[in-house]
């Protein structure tokens, strides 16, 4: 068998598993010879032999798990199977209750299943069912097992569950490895181009200096971003991850501690991790598009729609705080490109709704900036400084802003917050340190810039600019 992911984990469950059955198999041996010989009743000899055959095959299956996960495993389950078997089947032709026995098989499937995947899982509840349902129609009523047979089919879920969630989260980790290392590998070999260009071409020492000195500096830069770019993919992904796992090994231990309603509330958050993995993968893919294109056609926005579809990918996150989200009546329009406009949107909203008040209340608007009004007579939550601030440029612009009611951020909090791949430190809420550095990175790539205005209690103003259209027409940029 191949190796598995996680298998070193896998291995020490396993290891544990097997303790386990050893020592409950030699503690009922026990309980069982005092009791009866309290009681001066005869041994149950059968009982006696299957504990023996568990015992020994746990023994023999922890020496196999040194060279080999799944012989060992699947050694240990299959013999195991067959003794629970032949107690069932004893049971059964003696009168005894055997009721007792389908919890052991139950845990056969879950523990196969969480160890070595749900394949594994599968066909133990297939044996399971072939064998129940082959002993009913001999000793009992065939339909008495109908219930066993179906609650055992519910042990494999969790292993399907958890095992497409760890393969797709190992997909995407590599395709994204891949895309690091062909673009560190890409952009080294541009700037060494560009060196040897330079030497070649540039006959000025001084000036051939410098350039290599500059290109140097891009270097240093691209790959000290790159290192973080790494460091934030591992560290995001790695508490999801965590809780995926850590909900998983308590399933595993404490399944039949908890109920249904439990068990799916459990399920549910390692579904909500997954999705988080994915979010931050879809969240990278587009970073790594930003940085990758060369041209991008930009044109008319419609504002409306782009708010509207950008709040509609947020329905989940809206549905769960319900806030007030308050739109102009009209959007002026803008010159941009309207997938990446949906992207800063979205970040803005989905950071508003998670460290907003409670409820979150919303407020999107804009303001049109004319060199021919004065700062004081624009209606603005922005201060006049601001404003003044890009009434300046060259071309008209409008700035499109978003209002919350937040606890506010203190001015090294809001000095760090555009940086690339840095993180702030909420207690209420958690987040990635991605979305900002996105934001600025759209903004600059389509003319425009990114900022924030915040009073500590007073909530905070997340803006963005973008030029006007009556003063830009549509095309590429750069």
């Given at each position: 068998?191949?190796?598995?992911?996680?298998?070193?984990?896998?291995?020490?469950t396993?290891?544990?598993?097997?303790?386990?059955?050893?020592?409950?198999?030699?503690?009922?041996?026990?309980?069982?010879?005092?009791?009866?010989?309290?009681?001066?009743?005869?041994?149950?000899?059968?009982?006696?032999?299957v504990?023996?055959?568990?015992?020994?095959?746990?023994?023999?299956?922890?020496?196999?798990?040194?060279?080999?996960?799944?012989?060992?495993?699947?050694?240990?389950?299959?013999?195991?199977?067959?003794?629970?078997?032949?107690?069932l089947?004893?049971?059964?032709?003696?009168?005894?209750?055997y009721?007792?026995?389908?919890?052991?098989?139950?845990?056969?499937?879950?523990?196969?299943?969480?160890?070595?995947?749900?394949?594994?899982?599968?066909?133990?509840?297939?044996?399971?069912?072939?064998?129940?349902?082959?002993?009913?129609?001999?000793?009992?009523?065939?339909?008495?097992?109908?219930?066993?047979?179906?609650?055992?089919?519910?042990?494999?879920?969790?292993?399907?569950?958890?095992?497409?969630?760890?393969?797709?989260?190992?997909?995407?980790?590599?395709?994204?490895?891949?895309?690091?290392?062909?673009?560190?590998?890409?952009?080294?070999?541009?700037?060494?181009?560009?060196?040897?260009?330079?030497?070649?071409?540039?006959?000025?020492?001084?000036?051939?200096?410098e350039?290599?000195?500059?290109?140097?500096?891009?270097?240093e830069?691209?790959?000290?971003?790159?290192?973080?770019?790494?460091?934030?993919?591992?560290?995001?992904?790695?508490?999801?991850?965590?809780?995926?796992?850590g909900?998983g090994?308590?399933?595993?231990?404490?399944?039949?501690?908890?109920?249904?309603?439990?068990?799916?509330?459990?399920?549910?958050?390692?579904?909500?991790?997954?999705?988080?993995?994915?979010?931050?993968?879809?969240?990278?893919?587009?970073?790594?598009?930003?940085?990758?294109?060369?041209?991008?056609?930009?044109?008319?926005?419609?504002?409306?729609?782009?708010?509207?579809?950008?709040?509609?990918?947020?329905?989940?996150?809206?549905?769960?705080?319900?806030?007030?989200?308050?739109?102009?009546?009209?959007?002026?329009?803008?010159?941009?490109?309207?997938?990446?406009?949906?992207e800063?949107?979205?970040?803005?909203?989905?950071?508003?709704?998670?460290?907003g008040?409670?409820?979150?209340?919303?407020?999107?608007?804009?303001?049109?900036?004319?060199?021919?009004?004065?700062?004081?007579?624009?209606?603005?939550?922005?201060?006049?400084?601001?404003?003044?601030s890009?009434?300046?440029?060259?071309?008209?612009?409008?700035?499109?802003?978003?209002?919350?009611?937040?606890?506010?951020?203190?001015?090294?909090?809001?000095?760090?917050?555009?940086?690339?791949?840095?993180?702030?430190?909420?207690?209420?809420?958690?987040?990635?340190?991605?979305?900002?550095?996105?934001?600025?990175?759209?903004?600059?790539?389509?003319?425009?810039?990114?900022?924030?205005?915040?009073?500590?209690?007073?909530g905070?103003?997340?803006?963005?600019?973008?030029?006007?259209?009556?003063?830009?027409?549509?095309?590429?940029?750069?």
């Open positions: 068998m191949d190796e598995i992911p996680g298998e070193q984990a896998r291995r020490e396993a290891r544990w598993v097997m303790w386990s059955y050893l020592g409950l198999a030699v503690l009922a041996s026990v309980l069982h010879i005092v009791r009866n010989t309290a009681m001066q009743r005869g041994l149950n000899w059968v009982y006696l032999t504990n023996t055959c568990i015992l020994v095959t746990a023994i023999f299956s922890l020496v196999q798990l040194k060279r080999s996960l799944s012989r060992g495993m699947l050694v240990f389950s299959w013999i195991t199977f067959g003794c629970l078997v032949v107690l089947t004893h049971e059964i032709i003696t009168g005894q209750n009721t007792y026995l389908f919890t052991m098989f139950d845990v056969g499937i879950f523990t196969l299943g969480i160890i070595l995947g749900y394949k594994a899982a599968l066909s133990y509840m297939i044996a399971t069912g072939v064998a129940f349902f082959t002993l009913g129609a001999i000793y009992l009523n065939v339909w008495q097992l109908i219930v066993p047979v179906v609650v055992a089919y519910g042990f494999t879920i969790p292993a399907k569950v958890v095992e497409r969630l760890i393969d797709q989260s190992m997909r995407d980790l590599a395709q994204i490895n891949r895309r690091l290392e062909d673009q560190v590998a890409e952009r080294t070999a541009e700037l060494a181009e560009s060196n040897r260009r330079l030497r070649a071409d540039v006959r000025d020492r001084a000036h051939v200096e350039v290599l000195r500059q290109r140097t500096i891009e270097l830069s691209r790959n000290e971003e790159l290192n973080a770019y790494a460091h934030t993919v591992a560290h995001d992904i790695k508490s999801p991850l965590a809780a995926i796992i909900f090994e308590l399933l595993e231990r404490h399944y039949t501690q908890f109920t249904n309603d439990q068990l799916t509330y459990y399920f549910g958050i390692i579904a909500r991790n997954g999705r988080k993995i994915t979010n931050i993968v879809d969240e990278l893919l587009l970073l790594s598009s930003v940085r990758e294109a060369k041209v991008v056609a930009v044109g008319p926005l419609d504002m409306a729609a782009i708010v509207d579809e950008a709040q509609h990918r947020l329905m989940h996150d809206i549905a769960e705080k319900k806030p007030e989200i308050i739109l102009p009546e009209t959007w002026p329009v803008a010159i941009g490109y309207a997938a990446w406009v949906e800063i949107w979205m970040n803005y909203i989905s950071n508003a709704i998670k460290y008040g409670t409820p979150p209340r919303i407020e999107l608007g804009y303001t049109l900036l004319d060199d021919q009004v004065p700062v004081e007579a624009l209606e603005s939550p922005l201060s006049p400084e601001t404003l003044r890009y009434i300046g440029n060259p071309h008209p612009k409008i700035i499109f802003w978003l209002r919350d009611n937040g606890p506010g951020l203190t001015p090294e909090e809001q000095s760090r917050l555009f940086t690339p791949f840095t993180r702030l430190e909420q207690a209420r809420a958690k987040g990635h340190g991605l979305g900002l550095s996105i934001v600025r990175r759209i903004a600059e790539r389509l003319d425009g810039e990114v900022g924030v205005e915040s009073v500590v209690g007073q905070s103003t997340f803006f963005f600019t973008l030029p006007a259209a009556s003063a830009a027409t549509s095309g590429e940029t750069d």
